[in-house]
């Protein structure tokens, strides 16, 4: 573990115990070696130049796009759309699927523990297409069970919205099982694996995602850089969400059209070192291999939960199956504000999320369903 930290500049240069991965990583030196490596070798906008330094960047560019597919086992490289970030890729598919496809009384189904980029751009789709928004509530032991998707995932359902791993309580959710149950309804399944894909293989031909997003920065990529990926059968109905540069085909006067996937939903100068940066990241991790990741942080996480469990003041938010729950810990500190708790924590050099006060109605649910104190 500590030859990994030594690839880690910023915990060379601090002394610092940083446990908010899940909020952004910080990024080894191999990654910000390849960003500095492509500012000083290749620097030039890619798709737009037939220059020979522009066709390096195109080269790089187009060959994260290959290498994604494949880390992520996707049919088509087509099939992967770069976005600034999971939000931006969230909301491409609920204005470019959702409001198009949805109409009043259809169903969207949502996980009570979604992030806000995957609940509240779903919230917006409901109120524009009069469509009704339903949640999946969780057990007593932080997870959804079998009968409640069952439950909520119905005939009139058109799209289900599900994080694969909770960022809040690091849950693992079943996706592949109610992917199959929301395709034996005829819906769509969008799965937000920004907190699953940093510490576990995906495979989204195996899953039978239709949608699946995440952000770089969550796993040792630069801050910016996002994918979306999208079965090819529907990005290519789908219109763009985005108009601007390398989108489109040819423009006339009146009327434009489109370039083909995935150009079309990649308007603009694109964030290319982030790009090149998120490459490398995929290298790291493959390098390291998810075998190796998952045993360190077993061992992290079981040693946290052990002598976490033996302070009587404080709370632990964890499903009791350990082969169910990521490396996020929750907890509260008996008569504490979290705040308090992040900033005496960091006046010894730990670095821990805290939550704001409770205020937003999902948050309000939480607190209802499991006593959660702000």
């Avoid at 995932?153 to 960022?167: M, R, W």
């Avoid at 360190?296 to 002598?307: G, I, P």
Wanted: charged share 25%; glycine share 6%.
């Amino acid at each position: 573990m500590n030859e990994i930290k030594k690839d880690f500049p910023i915990l060379q240069n601090k002394n610092i115990t940083y446990l908010d991965s899940g909020a952004t990583t910080q990024k080894p030196v191999q990654v910000i070696k390849a960003i500095e490596e492509f500012y000083e070798k290749q620097n030039a906008n890619p798709h737009r130049g037939a220059y020979s330094l522009s066709m390096e960047a195109t080269e790089s560019y187009e060959n994260t796009r290959d290498k994604i597919a494949k880390f992520i086992n996707a049919k088509r490289r087509e099939e992967i759309i770069f976005s600034k970030n999971a939000t931006e890729s969230l909301n491409l598919i609920a204005y470019s699927y959702g409001l198009e496809n949805l109409k009043k009384d259809d169903e969207i189904v949502l996980s009570i523990m979604e992030h806000h980029s995957n609940l509240v751009t779903w919230q917006k789709v409901a109120k524009v297409t009069k469509s009704n928004l339903n949640y999946m509530y969780l057990n007593e032991e932080f997870e959804l069970s079998d009968e409640e998707i069952e439950n909520k995932i119905t005939e009139k359902t058109k799209i289900v919205g599900i994080t694969h791993i909770s960022n809040v309580l690091g849950t693992i959710n079943h996706v592949k099982k109610m992917i199959e149950v929301a395709h034996k309804k005829g819906a769509i399944v969008v799965v937000d694996a920004s907190q699953s894909i940093p510490h576990m293989k995906i495979d989204v031909q195996d899953l039978d995602a239709d949608f699946l997003v995440f952000s770089g920065h969550k796993m040792l990529a630069p801050l910016g850089i996002g994918v979306l990926y999208g079965k090819y059968e529907l990005l290519n109905k789908m219109n763009p969400f985005l108009m601007g540069g390398d989108m489109i085909e040819y423009v006339y006067e009146k009327e434009t059209t489109f370039a083909p996937l995935p150009n079309k939903f990649e308007a603009g100068t694109q964030n290319v070192e982030g790009v090149i940066g998120l490459g490398s990241a995929i290298d790291y991790i493959e390098n390291l291999g998810y075998h190796k990741i998952q045993e360190m942080e077993k061992e992290v996480v079981s040693y946290a939960r052990q002598e976490l469990a033996k302070l009587d003041y404080v709370t632990l938010y964890l499903t009791p199956n350990e082969n169910n729950h990521s490396g996020v810990i929750s907890f509260n500190i008996n008569g504490v504000h979290p705040h308090d708790v992040a900033s005496i924590l960091d006046s010894e050099g730990v670095c821990v999320r805290s939550r704001k006060p409770l205020c937003s109605a999902v948050d309000e649910i939480f607190r209802c369903r499991f006593d959660v104190s702000c």
